[in-house]
C-alpha cells in the first residue's frame, strides 16, 4: 500500500484549516449540509 504521506497531510491540514474556519465564520452548517447532498448522491450512484 503506497500512501503518498506529504499529500495526505496537506490535504488533511487544508480540510482542518477550512473547518476551523467555517466554524468561526458560522458557515459550518452549510458545508454540513453540502456533504449531506452530495454523500446522498453518491450513494444512490451504489445502490
Known amino acids: 500500500m503506497n ?3 506529504k ?3 496537506f490535504r488533511l491540514g487544508v480540510w482542518l484549516t477550512l473547518e ?3 466554524d468561526r465564520v458560522g458557515l459550518d452548517t452549510i ?3 453540502s ?3 452530495f454523500e ?3 450513494i444512490t450512484l451504489i445502490s
Open 7 to 9: 499529500k495526505l497531510v
Open 35 to 37: 456533504e449531506f447532498v
Open 40 to 42: 446522498r448522491n453518491l
Open 31 to 33: 458545508a454540513d449540509y
Open 20 to 22: 476551523l474556519f467555517f
Open 3 to 5: 500512501i503518498k504521506w
